[in-house]
């Protein structure tokens, strides 16, 4: 208009019914590149990371951001994560002799995890978790499994974390052995087993094999036991002291053990 009718700024603002700092606004906001930037680094390495997680990553880092512009530049990457196809609703009944555990070393799970190598060599991982502060002490891998080997794996986290009033285990063969049962015995540890087909009699520990699978197992090729065992090191490592968890207020599960006041049994 100003130069088709060669008018001032001012009347063709008030042509148009316009305020004139509309016109002479300039915005101010700075550039997104360098949190887009970090958004996808978070992202390709913490494939199941959706936007609250990844907002409470940027905060540790010290990004001034809230979760909304997360999300928006979340969502413009094309970063969201694929909705799971709904199965089908079951109704659980809970076991009337369970209470929710109120400190950590309080009630462990347990279970295992199948997985191969490159070669296409079976692998056999068991899985444990704490069900209070959702810490996990150990996650070992081997071609093969028996009780003795189980009472094993325990023996080395529990020398590590201390021993655990009692365990949710399902009828495995590996958990009703005599080996387990012995070194439950002398440890003075309970095993609590789950119900035959009853996988939500220990839900926290297939909540626990859910992420292990999706943000580990199916995001790595493991050439040797070695490396199988290294790569889920790692991840546990990164689960318990990096990953915020939503349970927990975004807070990490080392925190919550170290601020509980185990009591290990006498």
């Known amino acids: 208009m100003r130069a088709s009718w060669k008018i001032s700024v001012r009347r063709a603002c008030a042509v148009l019914r316009i305020d004139r700092s509309l016109y002479t606004y300039k915005p101010r906001r700075c550039g ?43 969502k413009e ?15 659980a009944k809970l076991r009337e002799d369970r209470r929710p555990a109120t400190q950590s070393n309080q ?21 444990i978790v704490d069900i209070f ?21 325990l023996e080395r986290v529990c020398r590590e974390v ?3 009033q009692s365990i ?3 009828q495995g ?22 119900r035959p087909g009853k996988p939500t009699d220990n839900a926290f520990i297939e909540s626990f094999n859910g992420k292990f699978r999706a943000e580990c197992l199916n995001a790595h090729w493991f050439l040797t036991l070695d490396d199988a065992r290294s790569k889920m090191e790692a991840w546990r490592r990164d689960y ?3 990953r915020p968890h939503s349970a927990l207020g975004q807070r990490t599960p080392s925190e919550l053990m170290n601020r509980s006041s185990a009591a290990p049994p006498a």
Not at 77 to 91: A, C, E, S, T, Y
């Open 32 to 74: 997104q590149a360098a949190l887009q930037t970090r958004i996808k680094e978070i992202a390709q390495t913490r494939v199941r990371y959706g936007y609250r997680r990844v907002h409470v990553l940027l905060r540790r880092e010290g990004w001034a951001v809230n979760a909304k512009r997360i999300y928006r530049l979340y």
């Open 173 to 194: 063969s590996e958990f009703v052995s005599r080996d387990l049962d012995l070194w439950a015995y002398q440890k003075g540890v309970v095993l609590d087993f789950s």
């Open 107 to 127: 009630t462990w799970a347990m279970d295992f995890v199948h997985d191969q190598l490159a070669t296409g060599r079976k692998l056999r991982v068991l899985t």
């Open 162 to 164: 201390g021993y655990p």
């Open 77 to 91: 990457m094309g970063l969201q994560l694929r909705n799971k196809v709904p199965k089908r609703r079951v109704k």
């Open 168 to 170: 949710r285990v399902d």
């Open 240 to 242: 318990n002291d990096v």
């Open 133 to 153: 502060s959702r810490y996990s002490p150990g996650v070992e891998a081997r071609f093969n499994y028996r009780g003795a080997d189980v009472v094993e794996t």
